[in-house]
């Protein structure tokens, strides 16, 4: 019978192209190596972005539950102190920040919390943040601030007595 047709053709590219059998399996395995290599390559780099990602996340913990963003110009002071007071009630701990004209605002925050025994400061962090100028559409620098305040001891005890003021000083108003 002799030999099939398509194997004399493959002989025949081989002998043509000089490429053994031997040849071809030592290039599969060269291929095969470098293709393992190209998806270790490809696997460390999505692990390092992954971790990037997580340290952004870590950084800039943007959503946290217990922040208070406060801007000087959107609410009164005192909207915000009342906020903060219900966020420790909630969360036992409140992070209050501010960039740049509104920094004031928020140290004013702190110490009438402080002031009347509500809270005592756990850290205190200033930064610079680059943000665009609206006007100019240029790169500007602005002061941030964060302040983490947590309950006294004595915290629940001062709310429930405000409480209990106030609802007198509403009951003797109604009767």
């Given at each position: ?73 959107k609410k009164p002071l005192f909207f915000y ?48 943040v680059d943000m665009k100028d609206d006007s ?40």
């Open positions: 019978m002799g030999t099939p047709r398509s194997q004399i053709q493959d002989d025949e590219v081989s002998e043509c192209f000089g490429i053994t059998e031997k040849g071809a399996q030592s290039r599969n395995r060269q291929v095969g190596l470098e293709f393992q290599q190209q998806q270790q390559q490809q696997v460390s780099k999505m692990e390092e972005i992954t971790q990037g990602v997580n340290n952004i996340n870590l950084a800039n913990d943007s959503h946290k539950k217990n922040r208070i963003q406060v801007s000087n110009t102190v009342n906020l903060a007071k219900r966020y420790m009630q909630q969360y036992t701990e409140v992070e209050l920040s501010a960039l740049g004209m509104a920094i004031a605002t928020v140290v004013t925050i702190a110490e009438i919390l402080k002031n009347n025994g509500l809270a005592v400061e756990k850290k205190i962090t200033t930064t610079t100019r559409g240029r790169p500007v620098q602005k002061a941030k601030i964060e302040i983490l305040l947590g309950k006294t001891e004595n915290f629940d005890e001062l709310m429930a007595a405000a409480a209990e003021e106030r609802d007198g000083v509403y009951g003797e108003e109604q009767s």
